[in-house]
């Protein structure tokens, strides 16, 4: 900028803190401007001797526009204090900030001396939120960060460290630098079976610098006692679903074995036999004369049989018949060689 305007722009800063009305008053006093997990403050004191009922009101203006704009939740406030984080537009500029005073019995105001101020090197930022979830040997670490919305396009690109060690040891057991994926899973199955602690911090890199935030406090975790936790669930549970399975199993035989039963009137399982064939009374059972051809006649008496002696009888008489039948007849050959059966001449009748 030239030595004239830029001359001018300073009598015209300068000019503007002075008191329009009221000598009497005092400007604020030790502008400063303090910063804390992404968020700009402006803080100030009282003038000295100053009457009751002060208050103030925060204005900035861009060097390039020459022009004061007030910061409208900052305007006739009575604190001291005022967040100036999203005010500014392009916060990777540089901007003028000064505070006017004013009270209810004096008129007018009067301006603090301004002071310049760039968010990006001021900022201080955050460390990020840690979340781990420990399964299976692996560490799950998910990464967040908690910047305001209205800087979302300016750390858009943020990274992070993460650091892993283990409890009473100085040694890390893993580092990670300027890493930005918002996960990441780390193997723990070589790790021993004690405590180990995350912490990480924040990384950002702008026009060649590169800041970072203080590391956030240990996350500390016992490793593989979630496994432990799941075997003791884990054995109880399996036999309980193996027996209920064996049950299972068993009562679908027993209902299929049901249904392939043979039908009822195959069924002879409930079936009893009678005690008794057959019931002879041998007194009462008697046979009487059997007039068989060619044989004498029967004695005229009855003869009392058991049920055996009868079946033997009639066999014995059945195959005496026949062959006294057979004793009628005798075979000759007839003119052509064959045979046939003629009733013997000398059978009396």
Same mark, same amino acid.
């Given at each position: 900028?030239?030595?004239?305007?830029?001359?001018?722009?300073?009598?015209?800063?300068?000019?503007?803190?002075?008191?329009?009305?009221?000598?009497?008053?005092?400007?604020?006093?030790?502008?400063?401007?303090?910063?804390?997990?992404?968020? &700009?403050?402006?803080?100030?004191?009282?003038?000295?001797?100053?009457?009751?009922?002060?208050?103030?009101?925060?204005?900035?203006?861009?060097?390039?526009?020459?022009?004061?704009?007030?910061?409208?939740?900052?305007?006739?406030?009575?604190?001291?204090?005022?967040?100036?984080?999203?005010?500014?537009?392009?916060?990777?500029?540089?901007?003028?900030?000064? @505070?006017?005073?004013?009270?209810?019995? *004096?008129?007018?105001?009067?301006?603090?001396?301004?002071?310049?101020?760039?968010?990006? &090197?001021?900022?201080?930022?955050?460390?990020?939120?840690?979340?781990? =979830?420990?399964?299976?040997?692996?560490?799950?670490?998910?990464?967040?960060?908690?910047?305001?919305?209205?800087?979302?396009?300016?750390?858009?690109?943020?990274?992070?460290?993460?650091?892993?060690?283990?409890?009473?040891?100085?040694?890390?057991?893993?580092?990670?630098?300027?890493?930005?994926?918002?996960? @990441?899973?780390?193997?723990?199955?070589?790790?021993?079976?004690?405590?180990?602690?995350?912490?990480?911090?924040?990384?950002?890199?702008?026009?060649?610098?590169?800041?970072?935030?203080?590391?956030?406090?240990?996350?500390?975790?016992?490793?593989?006692?979630?496994?432990? =936790?799941?075997?003791?669930?884990?054995?109880?549970?399996?036999?309980? &679903?193996?027996?209920?399975?064996?049950?299972?199993?068993?009562?679908?035989? =027993?209902?299929?074995?049901?249904?392939?039963?043979?039908?009822?009137?195959?069924?002879?399982?409930?079936?009893?036999?009678?005690?008794?064939?057959?019931?002879?009374?041998?007194?009462?059972?008697?046979?009487?004369?059997?007039?068989?051809?060619?044989?004498?006649?029967?004695?005229?008496?009855?003869?009392?049989?058991?049920?055996?002696?009868?079946?033997?009888?009639?066999?014995?008489?059945?195959?005496?018949?026949?062959?006294?039948?057979?004793?009628?007849?005798?075979?000759?050959?007839?003119?052509?060689?064959?045979?046939? *059966?003629? &009733?013997?001449?000398?059978?009396?009748?």
């Amino acid at each position: 900028m030239p030595a004239v305007a830029f001359s001018v722009l300073l009598l015209m800063v300068f000019a503007s803190f002075q008191p329009v009305q009221g000598d009497d008053l005092h400007p604020p006093q030790n502008l400063t401007f303090v910063s804390k997990d992404y968020s &700009l403050f402006v803080k100030w004191f009282p003038p000295d001797g100053s009457p009751p009922g002060m208050s103030y009101t925060v204005l900035w203006m861009d060097l390039f526009d020459l022009q004061w704009e007030e910061v409208q939740h900052c305007r006739n406030i009575t604190e001291t204090i005022c967040n100036i984080t999203c005010v500014f537009q392009e916060p990777s500029n540089r901007y003028w900030v000064k @505070v006017e005073a004013q009270s209810r019995t *004096w008129a007018g105001f009067i301006s603090s001396v301004p002071e310049t101020i760039d968010y990006i &090197l001021q900022v201080q930022l955050a460390p990020p939120v840690l979340k781990v =979830k420990y399964t299976r040997n692996i560490l799950d670490v998910n990464v967040s960060f908690t910047y305001p919305s209205c800087m979302k396009d300016v750390f858009q690109d943020l990274t992070y460290d993460l650091e892993i060690w283990r409890v009473g040891f100085r040694n890390l057991v893993t580092i990670l630098e300027n890493n930005h994926k918002p996960s @990441v899973e780390v193997p723990a199955t070589e790790w021993p079976d004690e405590e180990h602690c995350l912490r990480a911090r924040t990384s950002f890199f702008r026009n060649g610098d590169r800041k970072r935030s203080n590391f956030s406090e240990p996350l500390c975790l016992l490793l593989h006692e979630e496994a432990r =936790k799941w075997e003791i669930v884990a054995f109880p549970l399996l036999a309980i &679903l193996v027996i209920g399975g064996v049950v299972m199993l068993f009562f679908c035989y =027993k209902q299929m074995i049901k249904q392939a039963e043979m039908p009822s009137v195959l069924d002879f399982s409930k079936y009893q036999p009678p005690k008794n064939l057959l019931e002879f009374d041998e007194e009462n059972l008697t046979i009487s004369d059997i007039f068989i051809l060619g044989q004498k006649n029967t004695p005229a008496h009855l003869l009392t049989l058991s049920a055996h002696s009868l079946f033997e009888e009639a066999k014995r008489r059945r195959l005496a018949a026949c062959n006294d039948i057979r004793a009628l007849f005798y075979s000759r050959m007839d003119d052509h060689g064959g045979f046939f *059966w003629t &009733l013997r001449e000398d059978v009396p009748f």
